[in-house]
């Protein structure tokens, strides 16, 4: 069975900062996908981040980076120039052999 | 595109009603999935289904959820009795296919009184 461990349940960081949430996963797949979601408020969960595990490379999208660890089994997500708009939960996603595993969450507040 | 497509938006029923939700998935998305999210946490899978086919059931609990995905489309989910410990808010998500990216509908909050 895959886990997914987000052991931040609360984080806050100031308008224009950089922050990192943190996740761990387990599994006995070679091959495999990773997540990054962002829920805000009230509202609909979208994708931020996608990353396949048979590439080397980080994936980047604008401000949001990731910090893929293989061999740690290490996942985290880099918010760089953080806005008011980027508070939210944010859930990290682990996809293997087709099936589907999210860690509980970490609430991301930005502060002004 | 169009998202995707859930409803109701909110459910209130008692202990022991039943309850039905519906899910249009986007349109050619061959993989679809139900979650219950309780407060506070994350996401957690009930069922998937790849077409009309089910991948995943694990953490479906039988004697009382069933889910069906007729003619590989739209899908509906049950509870049958409900009991206090369903609340929470049921997604429907779809992907294009296995191990792609996952697109969300607004959910469905429902209330066991």
């Known amino acids: 069975a895959q886990t997914v461990t987000q052991s931040q349940p609360e984080m806050s960081v100031q308008e224009a900062e950089t922050v990192t949430l943190s996740c761990t996963y387990d599994?006995?797949?070679?091959?495999?996908?990773l997540f990054w979601y962002k829920q805000p408020p009230s509202r609909q969960m979208i994708l931020v981040i996608r990353?396949?595990?048979?590439?080397?490379q980080n994936a980047t999208e604008n401000r949001f980076s990731v910090n893929f660890q293989k061999a740690a089994k290490s996942f985290s997500l880099k918010i760089s120039d953080s806005q008011l708009g980027d508070t939210a939960m944010y859930f990290c996603?682990?996809?293997?052999?087709?099936?589907?595993?999210f860690g509980d969450g970490t609430t991301l507040t930005v502060k002004p | 595109e169009a998202g995707v497509a859930q409803s109701p938006r909110y459910k209130i029923i008692e202990k022991r009603q039943s309850v039905a939700f519906w899910c249009n998935p986007i349109?050619?998305?061959?993989?679809l999935y139900w979650y219950q999210q309780i407060l506070g946490q994350g996401p957690k899978l009930l069922i998937q289904?790849?077409?009309?086919?089910?991948?995943?059931d694990s953490q479906l609990p039988k004697d009382r959820f069933s889910a069906e995905r007729l003619k590989g489309v739209d899908s509906t989910l049950k509870i049958q009795p409900a009991k206090l410990e369903d609340s929470a808010v049921y997604l429907c998500?779809?992907?294009?296919?296995?191990?792609?990216?996952?697109?969300f509908g607004d959910g469905t909050r429902l209330s066991i009184l």
């Open positions: 998500a779809s992907s294009l296919e296995l191990n792609q990216p996952q697109h």
């Open positions: 599994t006995s797949e070679s091959n495999y996908y």
């Open positions: 990353q396949e595990a048979y590439k080397q």
């Open positions: 996603a682990f996809i293997g052999a087709g099936k589907s595993t």
């Open positions: 349109s050619g998305h061959a993989t």
């Open positions: 289904f790849q077409n009309n086919g089910v991948v995943d």
